[in-house]
């Protein structure tokens, strides 16, 4: 008996990109940044609306897109109502995620509390 051939596979996953066909800029909240690839099963409550987003060093997780700043405003509010304190509102150009637009504001949590 000779040496057996098995047969090598190769698994290619594809990236998540963040695309945007009616407009070039849109807004976005993230709600986390990790150097490690998360599970979605850490998103209770708003796993059905979180996106992956890898970059080189950090994976970013947003929740939804909005094609307004206000409507992103109340999503971050709606995020911070959930738990999740640290999220804030990011600008998407031309598919990339840009920089940070609206950090939190303490003011504003201690409002929505009441």
Same mark, same amino acid.
Request: net charge positive; with cysteine; aromatic share 8%.
């Given at each position: 008996?000779?040496? &057996? @051939?098995?047969? &090598?596979?190769? $698994?290619?996953?594809?990236?998540l990109v963040v695309k945007r066909?009616?407009?070039? !800029?849109? *807004?976005?909240?993230?709600?986390?940044?990790?150097?490690?690839? @998360?599970?979605?099963? !850490? #998103?209770?409550?708003?796993?059905?609306?979180? @996106?992956?987003?890898?970059?080189?060093?950090?994976?970013? *997780?947003?929740? &939804?897109?909005?094609?307004?700043?206000?409507?992103?405003?109340?999503?971050?509010? @709606?995020?911070? !109502?959930?738990?999740?304190?640290?999220? #804030?509102?990011?600008?998407?150009r031309d598919g990339k995620v840009?920089?940070?637009? &609206?950090r939190k504001s303490r003011v504003? $949590?201690?409002?929505?509390?009441?």
């Amino acid at each position: 008996m000779g040496p &057996k @051939l098995i047969e &090598k596979k190769t $698994i290619v996953r594809p990236k998540l990109v963040v695309k945007r066909n009616i407009k070039t !800029q849109c *807004y976005c909240v993230q709600v986390k940044a990790s150097r490690r690839k @998360l599970s979605m099963l !850490q #998103f209770r409550g708003i796993a059905n609306g979180v @996106l992956e987003i890898p970059g080189k060093i950090w994976y970013r *997780y947003i929740y &939804k897109t909005y094609d307004n700043l206000a409507d992103a405003n109340k999503g971050m509010h @709606l995020m911070h !109502q959930k738990g999740y304190r640290d999220a #804030f509102v990011r600008k998407i150009r031309d598919g990339k995620v840009g920089s940070a637009v &609206k950090r939190k504001s303490r003011v504003n $949590i201690e409002i929505l509390k009441k």
